[in-house]
């Protein structure tokens, strides 16, 4: 790491989760596993992949925390909040992701991971009814609330560094409000004013994670920290903000799979992708006015890769479905259906079918890992505001909509951007490229 001139890290490195549900318990639960040698974390990119640095004779491949310095597993700390009180084991338990027998050795360390009161709105999220929620008098004093956690969480717990990240239910849709959302001071009035409508109490948690010197990272698809005046709250802060919406099965096959027709020149006619799932992440997103934010997230991934302004023959008006079906007996083992009508050599109609049995908390753990590490190490890299590299795990990557700017969805060209990102902060040339 002899090039590298980003901020050591040194000391603890507190991971406040949001949400102590099936995606956070069951990543809570690998981490204090694969530490005690007891499981390994098979999908991280930080524990296993290895980056090519240099060229010819001077080439390498090496790990990512042989580049760059990555927080050691072994320093993280966990906290929560949660609208249930159950505690990380507990919770771990009622998730049914992890058998008993994978989670057992570490319960001492996930029983005392016992959530804070959550900032909570019902209107957000009809179908929940835990009671371990924050009174706040209105959004600023909720934001005021989530901050005083945060320090006494680092006071408490001797950290010297935190990362907030959202792993909780996906909140009802909040339209983008140009009065509102574009500007901090209009979105710092707003949460003064109890504008309930368009202040999410996620942007509570994000507000009040950068203020205190953290960076925020949204796993569901909330607009959150997706709207210009959080991009200001993280330039004035200093602090790095990812989202949205962990990229963990359909989409993930969407966005690596879309590229083989947009490469060969292949014709598409009709996408039509369905799922079946029943954990409480399905429950919620059973309601309407919460789906339609998965819905408009899952949606963004083959307009940047199949561009029909670019390949008019080919790519001019295909059908995109998304639907989501919440049932109960695969609780966390959903189903994913893709139907995909291509066409070809003049014109002829081919289909092609994929069915993905995954497990969604499974493919969204080493996310997390990833997302809090590389986050914090952002933040020591002295990068702030939206991380363009971290795309790589997120369905609908922020963008600077108010300038054009266009997502980059290709699963291949995100990797790309993650591998240059991790070179350029470990001081070598960012030099590869796919186009
Ligand atoms: N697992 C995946 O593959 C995947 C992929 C993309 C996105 N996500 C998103 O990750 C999130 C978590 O998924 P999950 O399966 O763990 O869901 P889950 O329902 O098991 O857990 C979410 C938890 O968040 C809590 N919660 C809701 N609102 C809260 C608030 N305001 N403050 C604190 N806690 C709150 C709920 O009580 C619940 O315990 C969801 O939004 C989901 O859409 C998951």
């Known amino acids: 790491m002899e090039k590298c001139n980003v901020q050591k890290a040194d000391g603890k490195l507190g991971v406040l989760v949001?949400?102590?549900?099936?995606?956070?318990?069951?990543?809570?639960?690998?981490?204090?596993?694969?530490?005690?040698?007891?499981?390994?974390?098979?999908?991280?990119m930080t524990q296993y992949d290895k980056i090519r640095v240099g060229r010819g004779a001077e080439k390498k491949y090496l790990k990512y925390d042989q580049i760059v310095p990555i927080a050691s597993l072994d320093d993280i700390v966990f906290g929560a909040w949660d609208v249930y009180p159950a505690n990380a084991y507990e919770a771990a338990m009622n998730a049914e992701v992890l058998k008993e027998k994978d989670i057992d050795p570490v319960k001492d360390e996930l029983v005392k991971i016992v959530p804070m009161k959550a900032a909570f709105d019902k209107n957000y999220a009809k179908r929940l009814e835990g009671d371990n929620v924050k009174v706040a008098k209105d959004r600023w004093d909720m934001t005021e609330q989530i901050r005083e956690d945060i320090r006494n969480f680092k006071k408490e717990n001797g950290v010297s560094r935190v990362v907030v990240l959202w792993a909780a239910s996906t909140e009802v849709y909040v339209p983008v409000n140009e009065a509102v959302h574009y500007k901090l001071a209009d979105l710092e009035a707003?949460?003064?004013?109890?504008?309930?409508?368009?202040?999410?109490?996620?942007?509570?948690?994000?507000?009040?994670?950068?203020?205190?010197?953290?960076?925020?990272?949204?796993?569901?698809?909330?607009?959150?920290?997706?709207?210009?005046?959080?991009?200001?709250?993280?330039?004035?802060?200093?602090?790095?903000?990812?989202?949205?919406?962990?990229?963990?099965g359909q989409t993930l096959v969407k966005s690596g799979f879309a590229p083989i027709i947009g490469t060969r020149m292949l014709g598409l006619s009709g996408w039509f992708s369905t799922n079946i799932l029943?954990?409480?992440?399905?429950?919620?997103?059973?309601?309407?006015?919460?789906?339609?934010?998965?819905?408009?997230?899952?949606?963004?991934?083959?307009?940047?890769?199949?561009?029909?302004?670019?390949?008019?023959?080919?790519?001019?008006?295909y059908y995109h479905k998304v639907r989501i079906n919440y049932y109960p007996p695969?609780?966390?083992?959903?189903?994913?259906?893709?139907?995909?009508?291509?066409?070809?050599?003049?014109?002829?109609?081919?289909?092609?079918?994929?069915?993905?049995?995954?497990?969604?908390?499974?493919?969204?753990?080493?996310?997390?890992?990833?997302?809090?590490?590389?986050?914090?190490?952002?933040?020591?890299?002295?990068?702030?505001?939206?991380?363009?590299?971290?795309?790589?795990?997120?369905?609908?990557?922020?963008?600077?909509?108010?300038?054009?700017?266009?997502?980059?969805?290709?699963?291949?060209?995100?990797?790309?951007?993650?591998?240059n990102a991790i070179r350029e902060m470990g001081g070598y040339e960012a030099d590869e490229e796919i186009d």
């Open 18 to 44: 949001v949400g102590l549900g099936a995606v956070s318990t069951t990543f809570m639960t690998g981490v204090l596993m694969a530490r005690k040698g007891l499981a390994k974390p098979v999908g991280s």
């Open 190 to 248: 707003a949460m003064k004013a109890d504008d309930k409508e368009n202040i999410a109490p996620s942007m509570c948690y994000a507000y009040a994670a950068l203020a205190e010197g953290a960076p925020f990272i949204m796993g569901a698809p909330n607009t959150t920290v997706d709207i210009p005046a959080m991009w200001e709250m993280a330039e004035k802060t200093k602090m790095p903000i990812a989202g949205k919406d962990f990229k963990t």
């Open 278 to 317: 029943g954990n409480r992440d399905g429950l919620v997103l059973d309601e309407p006015a919460n789906f339609r934010t998965k819905e408009v997230s899952k949606l963004s991934t083959l307009e940047s890769i199949l561009v029909p302004e670019e390949q008019p023959d080919l790519y001019t008006d």
């Open 330 to 419: 695969r609780n966390d083992n959903k189903e994913g259906w893709d139907n995909i009508d291509i066409f070809g050599w003049m014109g002829y109609p081919m289909q092609i079918k994929i069915n993905f049995l995954c497990r969604d908390s499974i493919l969204a753990a080493p996310l997390c890992l990833d997302l809090v590490l590389l986050s914090d190490l952002a933040a020591r890299a002295g990068r702030w505001g939206t991380q363009r590299f971290l795309s790589f795990y997120l369905k609908s990557p922020q963008h600077d909509y108010t300038q054009n700017e266009v997502p980059v969805n290709h699963l291949f060209q995100q990797y790309v951007m993650l591998k």
